[in-house]
Every structure is written in C-alpha cells, then in structure tokens.
C-alpha cells in the first residue's frame, strides 16, 4: 500500500508538520522531514487537519514504519469479534480486526479464511495460547 492512497489502513494523518508558504487561494507547501523527501511538499486545503494540540492524535511515521518506497505494513493485534453471515448456500465468516497504530473504533471486518492463512497467530486455540503464555512467562 502506497503512502497517500485511499484504503481502510492507510494512515487518517500524519504529522504535525509546518506550513512553510501558502500557493495559491488552495494549496500549501509543508515542511516535511527528511524521510518524506520523496513526497510532494505542496498539498490541497482538503488533504490538511488543523493541528488540534492533542498528542494522541498524532502518529510519527517512525512507529507507522514508512519504507523507503513509501509504502508500510499494517500489523493486526487482536481479533475483538466474530460474525457468520448466512447466504443462500454457503456461510461466510468474518472477523473485527483491530490494527497496530488504529484506534478500535477503526477496527476492521475481515474473511475469517483469509486472515487465518495470513496471521495464524490471532486464531491460537485457548489451550495451545495458555501453553504459549505460560512458556513465554518461563521464559521471562
């Protein structure tokens, strides 16, 4: 996923960043950092939130993990809930993701099917997660 893009798990807001110089009646130019120097530093009105001051909005784009080619990978922490949706034929499940760097009320429905194949992890039965839990507080 490209930095930029719309998608459910791009970032909402980056920043806070500066406005070095206004072009236009509905452009600025932003003082980006030197990790973002592939980006474009002129941006539409629409595309920029006031800085509200309040820090847990605001995400550094060391934690979202930005690459090189300004693209990043978003990391599933737990599954908060379950549903089937019964079709005429088949049943199809889906499951509320809750991603690294996203608050809950972001969380995402997913195929069931496809994040067990992707992150086996999350879908540990209880006994195998107990097991795992107690060797990794051994461990500690």
Same mark, same amino acid.
């Given at each position: @996923? ?31 950092? /030197? ?11 629409? @595309?920029?939130?006031?800085? @509200? ?14 690459? &090189? &080619? ?7 922490? /737990? ?35 496809? @994040? ?11 006994? &195998?997660?107990?097991?795992?839990? &107690? ?6």
């Amino acid at each position: @996923m490209r930095f930029g893009k719309k998608g459910k798990l791009s970032p909402r807001y980056i920043g806070p960043y500066r406005i070095s110089k206004r072009i236009g009646n509905v452009a600025y130019e932003l003082e980006l950092p /030197q990790e973002l120097v592939a980006v474009h530093s002129v941006f539409h009105i629409s @595309m920029l939130k006031k800085c @509200m001051g309040d820090p847990s909005l605001i995400i550094p784009t060391e934690s979202i993990g930005i690459k &090189n &080619n300004l693209s990043y990978e978003e990391i599933p922490v /737990q599954i908060l809930d379950r549903q089937v949706h019964k079709l005429r034929t088949k049943e199809v499940a889906s499951v509320k993701v809750l991603w690294r760097n996203q608050f809950v009320e972001e969380a995402t429905w997913e195929a069931e099917e496809d @994040m067990k194949k992707r992150y086996p992890h999350l879908f540990e039965s209880g006994e &195998n997660a107990d097991q795992s839990t &107690n060797s990794l507080l051994s461990t500690l």
